[in-house]
């Protein structure tokens, strides 16, 4: 069976690899904050040089956390077409917009200059070192630890009545089924591919016609989905869960001074990425 097909190994979000490192043992309360100080740092980072540096960082976070880089990399093939897309709207519709730099072609509305260059390429730089964090930060939080961070980070805002737990659980649960829609894609994908259907028999730079040979498993993907999330919800009434009800927390957690130290690095990275002159 072609590569094409194996849509599960390619998929990093949502997974969970348990290997012990350091990162695996962190306080998820503390993890989840350090991590979204480093995403809210590459965003703003709109460097070449600062954003090469972000992507050191994330490929040294892969080795603190032991998990192969190349199982990392592959988590980036899914997006690679709206990476590509992405950039030739970017390259094509910015031009009125980055002003300034060198111009280097103009015709009409299309306007590529150097800033327009740089946004493209920081663009995409960005969007991979954001799948990179994502990725190591499921891979390394297990649903349920993920779940309770969340719910703590979020606690304060229980004083203003928003639904933290039901928050928490609805960001958990769409992350966790990143894979499981990936595993029911894989099936009909090669189920269509048995009858005949053409799947993956294209060069991959054709994203339109690799897009419309998709439609076909979009319907009968969505009613997998339906019927996934009906099966989750018996589940749960099965289980007498109640929304909105106060309940006693069975996980407590402790931070540790390397919890502080993992914050207070990430924030010393995420100031040498932002106010350092690259």
Known sequence: MSAEFELTRNITIGQYLPTGSVIHRLDPRYKVTAFVIMILAIAVCNTYLGNLFALAVCLVMFRLSHIPLHYGISGVKPAVPFIIILAIMQLLFYGEIARGGT???????????????????????????????????????STTELTHGMERLLGPLEKVKFPVHAFALIITIAIRFVPTFAMEMEKMMKAQASRGADFGTGEWWRIVKRTKDMFPIIIPLFNVALSRAEDLILAMEARCYTPGAARTRYAHYRATPKDFAAVGICMILAIVMLIIPW
């Open 103 to 141: 111009i280097y072609f103009q015709y009409g509305f299309v306007t590529i200059s150097s800033e327009v260059i740089r946004l493209v390429v920081v663009s995409a730089m960005r969007f991979v070192e954001v799948i990179f964090l994502s990725s190591v930060l499921t891979l390394s939080t």
